[in-house]
């Protein structure tokens, strides 16, 4: 799931992980754990702060997988 823009997760939830993720496609992922009651989901979302010029689209915005339900 993607979701716009990364200032509209609330961070009080997340923290910064200890690697980024290389993709070829966009540039370089910028990890974060999700955590929630103490429980801690590694690397479960992501987003690009600086994408190449040809995945401009997705500057800014949040992946998320490992099992995340996102409410809206």
Do not use: L
Not at 40 to 50: G, L
């Amino acid at each position: 799931m993607c979701i716009p823009p990364a200032a509209s997760v609330d961070s009080r939830y997340t923290r910064p992980a200890d690697n980024t993720s290389p993709c070829g496609r966009n540039c370089t992922a910028n990890d974060f754990d999700i955590v929630v009651h103490g429980e801690v989901n590694q690397n479960a979302t992501w987003y690009y702060s600086a994408p190449k010029p040809e995945a401009q689209k997705v500057r800014g915005y949040v992946r998320f997988w490992k099992g995340v339900d996102v409410v809206r």
